[in-house]
């Protein structure tokens, strides 16, 4: 080792004299001895590494308080950070999905800070069911006899199918066979549960023939998936639930749907696209009914069945149903989501989803407008900055094929080059609150519809 590099280790503080620097004591007293001397005892190990490579002293060197509130502020940082979501995807699986009404919000916080009447039954001061409350108000909303709360739609299909089917058939129609996110298949979920699957039909076309051959003593349950996230179009024929449940009950055997991202109101009064509704299936008959509480439904994560007491039970008393509940953070928000369809008129206006989602056109554009203005001259010189029409999705897994009209402002690089544009992206990425934005066409596309705090982007953009 030569003498200049011994000089330069022997310039490094020790921890006994940085924890006694007068700018950062004050860390240490609000943040604890135990955190701050680990994160010191990191800094001198990478100064150490610096000297030995480069045979200098780091340039952060020169302020250890200030580059230790910057690798504090680091280590402190939630991985769950707040972003701007301008893909053009209101519900984004990979962004948290449905944004919670306030309502919701407030339910979670009190849920949080107080002791809750999870499982008490006021009445008579005994143990009460956890599920029991959204359980009434999902039967209020959907006509069904009782209902059942799971953490999400895959874990309420593998409770279904586990606590109705156990080791028999299940029979589903091959174009119904779908891949929901991470690989998660159905026939994955048959396995788990302990049914196995019988393919029907082909994939474009099912005919209820199909189902009444495939019918023996084995079967345990009728099923039909609703693919929410792909569309078969041209030569096509399904099986409704209504003639589904006609042939169950002809046969002694119970149907079940899973909806995915069931909707509990007509989407088409909104001028969306239609989406099967789970009243409207409990009307038809079908024995179980499953859908999501955080896609169109606009809650929390979470897997909500609907049905016939009698099954219901068995669901309840099944023991993965222990192993699949909900805690109250989720069913406080779920709760405080579902009081909101008891007053349908006002829907639209307390409803983030259903806000975002039916947000016109030229309102969109007004923003776009109004941002062109005060950003351009920012990033005059490098890129040209546009108001331009685009598509909005839905969600990834709901209603993908369908899109909503909206209005963007798209930055493209004036140099031509797709690094610039790149670059850019991460750049927005890495700011406190990260703007997610699209590529597409050599541009950088903000797609505005789910922009709600303008003067925000305005600040963290500039």
Known sequence: MSTETQQLYSQLPAIDRLLRDPAIEPVVAKHGQTLISELLRQMQAQARDTIKIQQQMPAWCQDWPQALQVRLNQQLRLALQPVFNLSGTVLHTNLGRALLPQVAMDAVVSAMGNAVTLEYDLDDAGRGHRDRAIADLLCQLTGAEDACIVNNNAAAVLLMLAAVAPGQQVIVSRGELVEIGGAFRIPDVMRQAGCQLVEVGTTNRTHLKDYRAAINEQTGLLMKVHTSNYCIQGFTAAVEESELVALGREQGIPTATDLGSGSLIDMVQYGLPAEPMPQRLIADGVDLVSFSGDKLLGGPQAGIIIGKKALID???????????????????????????????????????????????????????????????????????????????????????????????????????????????????????????????????WLDLRCLEQEEALLEALN
């Open 314 to 444: 068995r669901l309840q008393q099944h023991p993965l149903k222990r192993a699949l509940r909900v805690g109250k953070i989720t069913l406080a928000a779920l709760e405080a989501t579902l009081r909101l369809y008891l007053q349908p008129e006002l829907l639209a206006a307390h409803l983030p989803t259903l806000r975002l989602l039916t947000r016109p056109q030229p309102a969109i554009q007004q923003i776009a407008e109004r941002l062109q203005k005060q950003l351009a001259p920012r990033f005059a010189g490098r890129f040209e900055l546009r108001c331009e029409p685009c598509w909005s999705q839905i969600g990834s897994g709901s209603l993908p094929v369908d899109r909503l009209p909206s209005y963007a402002l798209t930055f493209t690089p004036l140099d031509g080059r797709g690094a610039t544009l790149e670059s850019l992206a991460q750049q927005w990425r890495s700011l406190p609150q990260p703007v997610i934005g699209r590529l597409k066409d050599g541009k950088l």
